[in-house]
């Protein structure tokens, strides 16, 4: 029972402050104008570092946002606006662009940095509920996050206008990733642990190269050739030209199909028992779309090729189950 003495229904409850935030958030949408595009500019234009900084909740959203840029190829760094004045002001430079975060935007940390931050010259865009205050005026962008209520029952809380800011500082995270054309591939190499890090491994993180790399070339008598598979123990090897390119490769299954009665196996050479013009990835490829290219065709090894056509490495299917998501 709550304290007026009607029956507190949690489903309900729940279902409507997840429709106040959901609300917040969509009533953004329209808002969205030439100041974000002025903003998006600052930030595509910054030659030093992206320094987010807010107090409170608003700080915790900060320190969010700032790690989301970072992942996404810009660099950036979270500064408690409190700390700020007793020394960590020396984060900022003149090359940098400040995210300032407070709905109120008369947050008094805040404020006391503004003096500081137009001496040291760098550029200010404020995420806040009211671009009329002294933070949003002192701004070269103000971008407003303003929300008709919290989903607190007193409206106290910050609860849908921290949802709002943290959506309207990815909707700049993100643009700004667009804009960079940042990759998939830099997405991965900033992401190499965790679930993210597998789905993401390239196929030169995982390949066989180097002394591991098995490979002959193409007059290895057979001998040389079983010797190679042997001691690399892939169950395979690349057969090269006398150029160093690929031309084929020779697994367990061609040794078993030449070897029937009197066919004198060992008197052979790579050439004669390789498969030629073998499935060939590049080392900047997933290796889970290396690891699906490898089921579809029912092989358990793949080479990779540089621009030349020459072998760099093999990946084995047993290195590429790893990197599935578990």
């Known amino acids: 029972m709550s304290d007026s003495g009607q029956t507190f229904n949690p489903i309900e409850f729940a279902r409507k402050v997840l429709r106040t935030e959901a609300e917040a958030i969509q009533a953004l949408v329209p808002t969205v104008d030439e100041r974000f595009v002025r903003a998006l500019t600052l930030l595509q234009d910054c030659k030093g570092r992206v320094v987010v900084t807010g107090m409170g909740k608003s700080g915790i959203i900060a320190h969010k946002l700032s790690a989301t840029f970072s992942s996404t190829g810009t660099p950036a760094l979270f500064l408690h606006a409190a700390e700020a004045v007793h020394g960590d002001l020396g984060m900022v430079q003149t090359n940098d662009v400040v995210v300032a975060l407070s709905y109120s935007g008369e947050t008094e940390e805040l404020i006391r940095l503004l003096e500081a931050i137009r001496r040291i010259g760098a550029r200010l865009i404020s995420l806040t509920g009211n671009p009329a205050s002294t933070l949003g005026t002192a701004s070269d962008v103000a971008l407003s996050c303003a929300v008709a209520e919290e989903a607190c029952p007193m409206n106290l809380a910050p609860t849908a206008s921290t949802t709002a800011t943290l959506a309207l500082g990815d909707a700049l995270a993100m643009a700004l990733a667009r804009l960079k054309g940042f990759r998939l ?78 066919s004198e196996l060992l008197g052979h050479r790579a050439q004669d028992v390789m498969t030629a013009r073998p499935v060939t990835v590049r080392r900047r490829m997933l290796a889970v779309e290396a690891l699906r290219l490898m089921e579809q065709r029912k092989i358990t090894a793949v080479v990779v090729v540089d621009d030349n056509g020459a072998a760099e490495g093999v990946v084995h299917l047993h290195d590429l189950w790893r990197t599935q998501m578990v």
């Open 185 to 262: 591939e830099q997405f991965a190499s900033l992401h190499p642990g965790g679930r993210i890090g597998r789905r993401l491994t390239l196929v030169e993180t995982v390949m066989h190269a180097g002394d591991a790399l098995p490979q002959v070339r193409r007059d290895a008598l057979m001998p040389d050739v079983i010797h190679e598979m042997s001691s690399k123990r892939l169950g395979m090897t690349c057969v090269a030209d006398d150029e160093g390119r690929l031309v084929g490769v020779v697994t367990d299954g061609d040794l078993r199909r030449h070897m029937t009665p009197g």
